[in-house]
């Protein structure tokens, strides 16, 4: 696979690193987790088979026959049609048919999920959400993002990277995993997750439909108090659930920043820094939150007020700049 366009930021992500966080490791991974999986459920991938995460402008790769296809068929002894189209193989192997006819002609199947956008092959229109074939030599474009800022766009066995850590994700911050895509970049396709299941589709995985959560207009967070809530005076923390915040637009993959009242601190000082999860919303100096994603650090010293719970993540991993957040306490 050559990267014709890599658009603004486009990166391999897959379900990311847990577990690492003793050694200051976030998890990373994709940030709109639903959409990576569906990628993978609508082509019989395993759910860790690693995707492109694209950024506002979409990417657009060229997928051709070669190094990747050759180890395929080394590997695992299968005729060219079978490795060549991946789900008409495991189709052979399973009993059932192939999702969308069959890919005589075709190098792969590809699907893009997320964050809506315009998808064509060699310019001509592909469905979004269902997957298509891709013949040798075809470029597979995804479009600006219509709504929401991220889209997902997968293949038949998945993008290959030598996994870090046990995982493909490319890491903003700490640097690993692969480097985000750049043009005239090659990536190879195929060779699985590297999970336990070895990367073969799995029979009956792929969905009839597509279930697909609009963007958000305005981003709705339950938040649990804590852990650092008592760092803040108590009108801090009304103003938390009470306050007009949007998103701003130096948000990144490492977190959300938001614009809108600043917070006031009990307590002053900095605390010796803290591993943290996602959703962490953390308070710098200047008053305003931040909602740790992915990519996300330890602390750093400044105290977390709240932690959103892991089921918004994805809605906030598509919140444009200027979208409305409002914060919402529940219990732990």
């Known amino acids: 696979m050559e990267v014709v366009r890599a658009g603004a930021l486009t990166t391999v992500q897959d379900l990311g690193r847990p ?10 991974g994709a940030l ?19 995707t492109l995460e694209t950024t506002v402008d979409g990417c657009a790769v060229r997928v051709t026959t070669g190094g ?50 315009a ?32 889209s997902y766009v997968g293949f038949s066995g998945g993008v290959h990277a030598e996994p870090v850590l046990g995982s493909r994700a490319t890491d903003l911050l700490s640097g690993l995993g692969p480097q985000p895509l750049r043009d005239g970049a090659r990536l190879a396709l195929g060779g699985g997750s590297g999970g336990a299941d070895g990367g073969r589709v799995r029979a009956g995985a792929a969905p009839d439909a597509a279930p697909w959560v609009a963007p958000p207009r305005e981003l709705v967070l339950p ?17 938390l659930v009470t306050g007009d915040y949007r998103v701003s637009s130096a948000s990144n993959r490492i977190g959300l920043r938001l614009e809108g009242p600043v917070l006031e601190r009990a307590r002053e000082g900095e605390l010796p820094s803290e591993g943290i999860v996602s959703g962490a919303l953390q308070v710098p100096p200047e008053g305003r939150p931040v909602v740790f994603l992915a990519d996300h650090p330890v602390t750093g010293g400044y105290p977390v007020i709240g932690v959103v719970v892991q089921e918004a993540l994805a ?18």
Do not use: M, Y
């Not at 577990?19 to 990373?28: D, I, M």
């Not at 809605?315 to 732990?332: D, I, K, L, N």
């Open 68 to 117: 990747a296809t050759a180890r395929t068929r080394a590997r695992t002894g299968t005729t060219e049609g079978a490795a060549a189209g991946t789900t008409e193989g495991t189709a052979a192997r399973s009993g059932t048919e192939p999702k969308t006819g069959a890919l005589a002609g075709a190098v792969t199947e590809a699907v893009v999920t997320g964050a809506p956008c």
């Open 315 to 332: 809605a906030v991993a598509q919140a444009v700049p200027g979208t409305p957040v409002r914060f919402t306490a529940v219990s732990g």
């Open 19 to 28: 577990g690492h966080a003793h050694l200051g490791v976030p998890r990373s």
């Open 119 to 150: 998808v064509t092959v060699d310019g001509r229109p592909a469905p979004w959400g269902v997957p298509f074939r891709v013949p040798d030599g075809a470029v597979v474009e995804a479009g600006p993002a219509q709504r929401g800022l991220r």
């Open 32 to 50: 709109d987790e639903p959409a990576h999986r569906l990628a993978n459920r609508l082509l019989g991938n395993p759910a860790d088979a690693a």
């Open 223 to 239: 938040l649990v108090p804590g852990p650092r809530a008592d760092w803040f005076t108590d009108g801090a923390l009304r103003t």
